[in-house]
C-alpha cells in the first residue's frame, strides 16, 4: 500500500504566500512523476504543476511565474510554494503520485486526501 499525506493548506490574503507538502510513504520502489492538482467547486480537477523523478518541471499558465514544485527524493516528498495568491488560486489541492511499488511490475497513480486552499481578503 502507498499513502500521500498533505499538509500545510489554509486562509490567506490576495497577494500572500503558503506553501503545501506531501510525503508519500509505504510499500514504495520508485517513484516517477509527482505533481499537484486542484479542484474548485463546481469545476473540474485540473493540473496545477507535476516534477519527474529527474526535476523537469511542468507548470499550468495560470500559475506559471508564481508557483514553484520541487521535491526531495530521498523524502519522497514533493513540495508546492505559491507566491501571489488570488482569489481564484481557491481550492482543494491534491497531490498526485505515479509509484512503482515494491514486488510490482507496474506502476500505478495515487492521490492524496486533498487540502484546502483558501484566498479571500
Known amino acids: 500500500q502507498v499513502q500521500l499525506v498533505e499538509s500545510g493548506g489554509g486562509l490567506v490574503q490576495p497577494g500572500g504566500s503558503l506553501g503545501l507538502s506531501c510525503a508519500a510513504s509505504?510499500?514504495?520502489?520508485?517513484?516517477?512523476?509527482m505533481g499537484w492538482y486542484r479542484q474548485a467547486p463546481g469545476k473540474q480537477r485540473e493540473l496545477v504543476a507535476t516534477i519527474t523523478s529527474g526535476g523537469s518541471t511542468n507548470y499550468a499558465d495560470s500559475v506559471k511565474g508564481r508557483f514553484t514544485i520541487s521535491r526531495d527524493n530521498a523524502k519522497n516528498t514533493v513540495y508546492l510554494q505559491m507566491n501571489s495568491l488570488k482569489l481564484e488560486d481557491t481550492a482543494v489541492y491534491y497531490c498526485?503520485?505515479?509509484?512503482?511499488?515494491?514486488?510490482?511490475?507496474?506502476?500505478?497513480?495515487?492521490w492524496g486526501q486533498g487540502t484546502q486552499v483558501t484566498v479571500s481578503s
Open positions: 498526485y503520485a505515479h509509484v512503482k511499488p515494491i514486488s510490482t511490475l507496474d506502476s500505478y497513480g495515487y
Open positions: 509505504g510499500s514504495i520502489f520508485s517513484i516517477n512523476a
